[in-house]
């Protein structure tokens, strides 16, 4: 059935792609001087006929911790979308949070757990309203990233991160790429590129509850995003393009054991 519901839909997008690219071709047409040649007209087919293929697949769109726009985001990619923290909050009955399903997050500064259903069905234990959370769908039926952590469930009270983070939109100009070269970050006036980027509240500070035996320092780790770029200082093959750069990822805690003297 979701196969069916994606081709359909993919059908009626080309559908209205073919009629947009006709009727701009024939209101060329009408102009003496911006009338196509049967071999340009047939090119503006071919071009237009990817333009769904080629903004669905953008990178600008899909990824989450990037934001392509003149102004910095309000919004915390972490949290949840409004309307899904409502939908969560009126739609718990039958659903209990799993202790076996706690586990840490892949970024700093999420405390995420789990929610599993209940194992009764929601007609039979739940009430005839219960329904799970509905999740935003990504690309191919994936699962768009969404802190998963119920607002309205606290935090442990004795619970502290390691090394304290800060997150914040930011325009990162220089950086280097996935070979270690460095590149410029395109940051264009009308469409600047904002990252949402994850950096050590007080770098170089000692870790939170590490033991006595051990020297501990919080220090930033990177990670890659897609960002579009070119390489610095480069001449002749200077084209931006594409490609993944090193952003500030989270930060972690290093650990060296203390070096006691001998008596």
């Not at 410029?184 to 500070?205: H, I, K, L, M």
């Not at 780790?221 to 070119?230: D, V, W």
Request: net charge neutral.
């Amino acid at each position: 059935m979701e196969r069916r519901r994606r081709a359909l839909t993919i059908l009626l997008a080309l559908l209205a792609e073919s009629a947009y690219t006709d009727e701009l071709i024939r209101d060329l047409g009408d102009s003496p001087v911006l009338r196509l040649s049967e071999s340009q007209a047939e090119f503006l087919r071919q071009r237009l006929a990817r333009l769904y293929e080629h903004v669905r697949r953008h990178p600008a769109l899909h990824q989450r911790y990037l934001w392509v726009g003149r102004d910095k985001p309000p919004v915390n990619p972490d949290e949840p979308p409004v309307h899904y923290q409502a939908e969560s909050l009126q739609s718990t009955v039958g659903y209990e949070p799993a202790a076996s399903s706690v586990g840490p997050s892949k970024r700093a500064g999420e405390g995420a757990s789990r929610v599993q259903r209940d194992s009764r069905s929601p007609r039979e234990g739940g009430g005839a309203g219960a329904v799970p959370p509905r999740v935003p769908q990504g690309e191919r039926g994936s699962v768009r990233g969404v802190k998963r952590t119920p607002p309205h469930t606290p935090l442990a009270p004795l619970s502290e991160e390691i090394c304290r983070t800060s997150t914040a939109w930011e325009r990162i100009n220089q950086t280097v790429d996935s070979f270690g070269n460095a590149v410029e970050v395109v940051q264009d006036e009308a469409f600047p590129q904002w990252v949402f980027s994850y950096r050590c509240a007080s770098q170089g500070s000692r870790c939170v509850g590490i033991d006595s035996l051990y020297d501990s320092e919080c220090t930033e780790r990177s990670g890659f995003m897609i960002l579009y770029h070119r390489k610095s200082g480069a001449e002749g093959d200077n084209q931006p393009s594409w490609g993944a750069v090193e952003v500030p990822h989270h930060c972690t805690c290093k650990i060296t054991p203390k070096v006691i003297a001998e008596a």
